[in-house]
């Protein structure tokens, strides 16, 4: 069974201040895919990345960066400078490479940021 | 490219009424999704469609929700009697495969409220 644990539920901070949205997974699959949406007040969902399990590599764009590090099973994210423009809701989520029911991508409960001016 | 299109993007009804929400995936897309998002929570998988054939509907409360794919393009999902609980907000998916390699597209969704 795949699983994501995202343990911190919310976070406030001040605009400028550097955050980590923390990401945990589980899954048997040895072929795997990351990948982090954002969900803005208005609703829908934003795909920002995604990961393979063979790629260790971690990622910059812009002021997002990613830290992907297989032996802990984590999966973070990382807003350098953050803006108001960034609050909103995160998930995390995992999606297995088998066919079957473990091709579907399974969410984590979500990380509410908000960003105050 | 169009996106996954969704209808209708609010609906209102009261409890052991019956409501049903359309979904387009993306032209080409062979596996479609369902997810429902209750508050506060994150999306939770319904039913998944590969083509017009269901590959998991372990999570579907079979005794009330059905959905179809009848030719393995657009899908309904229907709700009969809803309950308070199922308030929530519908996500339709579409991804070219059945692999996460191939990402998923979501619709904007359908907010429903029973009252």
């Known amino acids: 069974a795949q699983k994501v644990t995202q343990a911190q539920t919310e976070i406030s901070v001040v605009e400028k201040e550097d955050v980590t949205l923390d990401c945990v997974y589980e899954?048997?699959?040895?072929?795997?895919?990351l990948f982090w949406y954002k969900q803005p007040p208005s609703g829908e969902l934003v795909f920002l990345i995604r990961?393979?399990?063979?790629?260790?590599q971690n990622e910059i764009s812009g002021r997002y960066s990613w830290n992907f590090q297989k032996s802990t099973s984590s999966f973070n994210f990382t807003i350098t400078a953050s803006q108001v423009v960034d609050s909103a809701v995160y998930f995390c989520?995992?999606?297995?490479?088998?066919?079957?029911?473990?091709?579907?991508?399974?969410f984590g409960k979500g990380i509410t940021l908000s960003v105050r001016p | 490219e169009a996106g996954v299109a969704q209808s209708p993007r609010y609906k209102i009804i009261e409890k052991r009424q019956s409501v049903a929400f359309w979904c387009n995936p993306i032209?080409?897309?062979?596996?479609l999704y369902w997810y429902q998002q209750i508050l506060g929570q994150g999306p939770k998988l319904l039913i998944q469609?590969?083509?017009?054939?269901?590959?998991?509907d372990s999570q579907l409360p079979k005794d009330r929700f059905s959905a179809e794919r009848l030719k393995g393009v657009d899908s309904t999902l229907k709700i009969q009697p809803a309950k308070l609980e199922d308030s929530a907000v519908y996500l339709c998916?579409?991804?070219?495969?059945?692999?996460?390699?191939?990402?998923?597209?979501f619709g904007s969704g359908t907010r429903l409220t029973v009252v």
């Open positions: 989520a995992l999606s297995g490479r088998s066919t079957g029911a473990n091709s579907k991508l399974t």
């Open positions: 998916a579409s991804s070219l495969g059945l692999e996460g390699l191939y990402g998923y597209t």
């Open positions: 469609f590969q083509n017009n054939g269901v590959v998991d």
């Open positions: 032209s080409g897309h062979a596996t």
């Open positions: 899954t048997r699959d040895t072929t795997y895919y």
């Open positions: 990961r393979n399990s063979f790629d260790e």
